[in-house]
């Protein structure tokens, strides 16, 4: 067993911080490009719209999914791994709410020693991602105005 944890392969996967980076920067590139665009065709930039989009796509999904551990996933549950299910499920059953409202990297700890400190061990880069989301028009905005100021202050010609 440890010869397998010792290989090259298996550190790969433990050690996949490279592949959570990426994830981060092709949504912030494919946000950026997404705000800029909209911004560029005259288009009035709703900030109300823009965060219930990303609501409305994620919410329900996740919901879905953390309410499945909770209640029928155990029925499912076979193998070597399934005597380490009533951990998961107790967890999912106590504290769904924070993979739902991404809030579970910053309350990773358990509630109590027999349910996990999670309900989605998966959710967590979702959690990180939709916070950047929610600060990105902090920098976004600005960004885009104040380009958009430089450029004609630079095309103009002033005459003296």
């Known amino acids: 067993?440890?010869?397998?944890?010792n290989g090259f392969l298996y550190q790969v996967i433990a050690g996949s911080y490279p592949s959570v980076d990426t994830f981060f920067l092709v949504g912030g590139l494919l946000l950026s490009y997404t705000v800029f665009k909209q911004l560029n065709n005259a288009v009035k930039f709703n900030i109300i719209l823009f965060y219930l989009h990303r609501l409305i796509r994620l919410i329900p999904s996740i919901g879905?999914?953390?309410g499945m551990y909770a209640t029928v996933a155990h029925f499912f549950v076979a193998g070597p791994s399934a005597e380490n299910w009533h951990y998961w499920q107790k967890g999912c059953q106590k504290i769904w709410w924070r993979d739902v409202f991404f809030l579970d990297n910053f309350l990773p700890d358990p509630i109590s020693p027999d349910a996990a400190g999670n309900c989605m061990d998966?959710?967590?880069?979702?959690?990180?991602?939709?916070?950047?989301?929610?600060?990105?028009?902090?920098?976004?905005?600005?960004?885009?105005?104040?380009s958009?100021?430089?450029?004609?202050?630079?095309?103009?010609?002033?005459?003296i």
């Open 1 to 5: 067993c440890t010869q397998k944890i």
């Open 64 to 66: 879905m999914v953390a």
């Open 122 to 146: 998966q959710c967590w880069y979702l959690a990180v991602d939709s916070q950047l989301y929610l600060v990105s028009p902090l920098i976004l905005l600005p960004l885009y105005y104040y």
């Open 148 to 159: 958009t100021v430089e450029k004609v202050m630079s095309t103009s010609t002033l005459y």
